[in-house]
């Protein structure tokens, strides 16, 4: 019996220091995990004042290096990436230091080609990361003629970037500009899709999220017709590999016989929403696209019905405006629902009066199909060429502006009349 009592004893008292032990361990595990997550959350807040104070003095040196009009930038290198694309490395020809830009900004390029009546204004993404403060490049596709009409003559600008500009050639160039770009203070979940050429802006972000060593995660989507097309190949591979929060997603939508699926490229197929339903774990990321117009008009809207809010849906168009804000201003209705007469449009420089009857996509068009001469560089309301003062009544811009007009004038390729209108054109 006693022996029977010593053992339960023992028993009890085993159990006892085991009970301590184990409290004792759970309490210094609960106490390593308060001290972990203090440690988290120090690190989140030091990350997030380091990231503010990058970012004022980012806009610190924006405001002091900045520069009006065109400066001088001198070609260091030209790089052929293949698939009729070549990166262009420009340092400033005075050597003074590059005020940073924001990864998604373009170049605007004012360039004086032989044969030309007047300078061709267009413009260029910065296809790496400001964290360069040497260089800033670009990266251009020459622009073959449309494949319904062979004979015209190929892109002026990008062949003439492709056949004529050698490096240590000089080039006017207005400081970088545009409102397509990723807030690097923020931490969402990215989607950044480029389609084609339209590569170059969402590379740049890429690259930044990369080179800050942000955790941030980004899904790349990059839609090419084949490996012809198929350009920073290693780059992204490795960008990829080397960072696990970053998942490169290529679809090629013609691949070639020699092409390897899950080797060359992903998917078989375009980009497009329902392969974003397929590939990411929920629509709760904020999306960044450019791309050709077939892209651009069918994803944008594919997206918002997915359900995506629109201010988490950035864009930005390389040519004409494609994805519109709003549809061109028609003529009112009057009662009866009959159209209304068109409304009025005055050239008066042109001595010019004539009825809007809402068919053309912008007054710059407008312009054109009643002959009235608007100089014009992207059309797309980044540039500034087609800058018009408008003498009387208003307009609606039908895209966001890339760079605020002046007060008392318009930009013509992205605008459209409110009412009767008279321009200085
Ligand atoms: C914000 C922004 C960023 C951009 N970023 C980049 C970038 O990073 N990389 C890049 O490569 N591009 C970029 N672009 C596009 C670039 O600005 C130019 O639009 C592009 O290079 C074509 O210009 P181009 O002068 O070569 O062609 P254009 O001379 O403007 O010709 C365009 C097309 O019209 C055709 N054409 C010529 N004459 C006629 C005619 N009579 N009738 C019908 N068609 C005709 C040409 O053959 C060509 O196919 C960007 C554009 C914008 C707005
Ligand atoms: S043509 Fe560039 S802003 Fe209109």
């Not at 009006?68 to 003074?96: A, Q, W």
């Not at 910065?126 to 990266?139: E, I, K, M």
């Not at 696990?244 to 020699?258: G, I, K, M, R, T």
């Not at 050239?347 to 014009?376: P, Q, R």
Request: charged letters at 25%; proline letters at 8%.
């Amino acid at each position: 019996m006693d022996a029977l009592v010593n053992i339960a004893a023992i028993a009890f008292l085993l159990s006892l220091t085991a009970y301590a032990v184990a409290l004792g361990i759970g309490n210094l595990r609960a106490a390593r995990l308060n001290a972990r997550t203090a440690e988290a959350e120090c690190d989140l807040l030091r990350q997030r004042i380091e990231q503010l104070m990058d970012h004022r003095r980012v806009e610190r040196s924006k405001a002091e290096l900045s520069w009006n009009g065109f400066r001088k930038f001198e070609v260091m290198r030209k790089t052929p990436e293949g698939g009729g694309i070549c990166s262009f490395y420009l340092s400033p020809h005075d050597k003074k230091p590059l005020p940073p830009f924001v990864p998604g900004q373009y170049l605007t390029f004012q360039l004086n080609i032989p044969g030309q009546r007047k300078p061709v204004i267009r413009c260029y993404s910065l296809s790496d990361s400001p964290n360069h403060p040497g260089y800033y490049r670009v990266s251009i596709k020459a622009v073959p003629p449309p494949r319904d009409k062979p004979d015209v003559p190929p892109g002026l600008s990008s062949n003439f970037f492709h056949d004529q500009i050698r490096e240590g050639d000089i080039l006017d160039v207005k400081a970088a500009g545009g409102h397509f770009y990723l807030d690097m203070t923020k931490h969402a979940p990215v989607v950044l899709i480029g389609g084609g050429i339209g590569l170059t802006p969402v590379l740049s972000m890429l690259n930044a999220i990369c080179e800050s060593g942000s955790k941030r995660e980004t899904w790349f989507f990059y839609g090419v017709r084949s490996s012809k097309d198929h350009v920073m190949k290693e780059h992204l591979e490795a960008l990829a590999r080397e960072h696990e929060n970053v998942h490169l997603q290529v679809c090629y939508s013609n691949p070639l016989d020699e092409d390897v699926e899950g080797d060359d490229y992903q998917h078989a197929e375009r980009v497009s929403v329902e392969l974003f339903k397929r590939v990411l774990p929920s629509s709760n990321y904020e999306y960044y696209l450019c791309g050709p117009p077939p892209l651009m008009n069918t994803i944008v809207p594919d997206i918002e019905a997915w359900g995506v809010p629109k201010k988490n849906i950035h864009f930005e168009a390389f040519g004409p405006a494609t994805v519109k804000k709003a549809a061109p201003a028609k003529p009112p209705e009057d009662k009866a629902g009959e159209a209304a007469a068109a409304i009025e449009v005055t050239f008066a420089k042109s001595g010019k009066t004539c009825a809007w009857d809402g068919s053309s996509d912008s007054l710059l068009d407008f312009a054109e199909e009643n002959d009235v001469t608007i100089d014009y560089g992207c059309r797309a309301g980044n540039c500034g060429t087609c800058i018009t003062a408008i003498r009387d009544g208003g307009v609606d811009y039908v895209v966001e502006p890339g760079a605020a007009p002046e007060a008392g004038s318009c930009l013509t390729c992205i605008s459209v009349p409110k009412g009767k209108l008279t321009l200085d054109a």
